[in-house]
């Protein structure tokens, strides 16, 4: 929806910092990258919601055999401190009764994200351009 796309725009600035392209995203760039990248079928793209509020989102992408990673594990809103990991908890166990192996990346220097991702047991094994790659090892 058009109040879909412009929290999406508001959180995406806002966390520019996560990003490997650090660009100021509009309405109309949105919706071509959401077209792009998760109406083709191959992402799931999940609200985090608290008390009926969204207040951020998280997805599964990189299908393979017996792999996939998270995706746009994204804060939006303050409210609801505890809810991403909750959420990203949930995440996991939806992602490991489909597969065998959880992977994700995070920007190397996203030093607040790679803790949260550590909390939640993942551990970092390989560093791809700015990334880190994490893998699952709860």
Known sequence: TKDDIKFLVKWRNKNKVAYKEQI????????W??????????RIL???IYQNKKIGTMG???FKNDSCEIDSCMR????GIGQMGIHLEQLIKIALKL???LYLRVIQTNTHAIEFYQKHGFK???????????????
């Open 99 to 101: 597969v065998g192996k």
């Open 46 to 48: 999940f609200w985090v």
């Open 76 to 79: 939006g809103e303050k409210e």
């Open 124 to 138: 970092a094994f390989k560093k791809e351009d700015v990334y880190l790659k994490m893998k699952y090892e709860n």
């Open 33 to 42: 990258w959401l077209k792009k990248h998760y109406f083709d079928k191959k």
């Open 60 to 62: 599964l992408y990189n």
């Open 24 to 31: 100021t995203v509009t309405k109309k760039t949105m919706r």
